[in-house]
Nanobody, 125 residues
Framework: QVQLVESGGGLVQAGGSLRLSCAAS????????MGWFRQAPGKEREFVVSINWSGDNTYYAESVKGRFTISRDNAKNTMYLQMNSLKTEDTAVYYC??????????????????WGKGTLVTVSS
């Protein structure tokens, strides 16, 4: 059974940092693009960032550029999201995803084959 499991969410003050992890099991995703998405209360799920299989090609939403950093460790079948300078508007459930297509397609909500169940990030003022 293929699973993507997010962890690392929690409550943090504005300006603080959190590191999310996405652990994959059931198959290897070392050849797949992976990404992070988020859904704030009352809003649609939106793209945050994606990364190609080797980790040398990344795509960021404008709203998180310069503050968030995606990375992956294929040996551990795990992806990470380092979030710095958090803002209250970053409050959302964060989901990891994996897909067979190129990472840029995730930016338009395409090419996603697997979703995690999400981890809640709450940024207080």
């Amino acid at each position: 059974q293929v699973q993507l499991v997010e962890s690392g969410g929690g409550l943090v003050q504005a300006g603080g940092s959190l590191r999310l992890s996405c652990a994959a099991s059931g198959r290897t995703f070392s050849n797949n693009a992976m990404g992070w998405f988020r859904q704030a209360p009352g809003k649609e799920r939106e793209f945050v960032v994606s990364i190609n299989w080797s980790g040398d090609n990344t795509y960021y939403a404008e709203s998180v550029k310069g503050r968030f950093t995606i990375s992956r460790d294929n040996a551990k079948n795990t992806m990470y999201l380092q979030m710095n300078s958090l803002k209250t508007e970053d409050t959302a459930v964060y989901y990891c995803a994996a897909g067979a297509g190129p990472p840029w397609r995730m930016g338009v909500m395409r090419g996603i084959d697997y979703w995690g169940k999400g981890t809640l990030v709450t940024v207080s003022s």
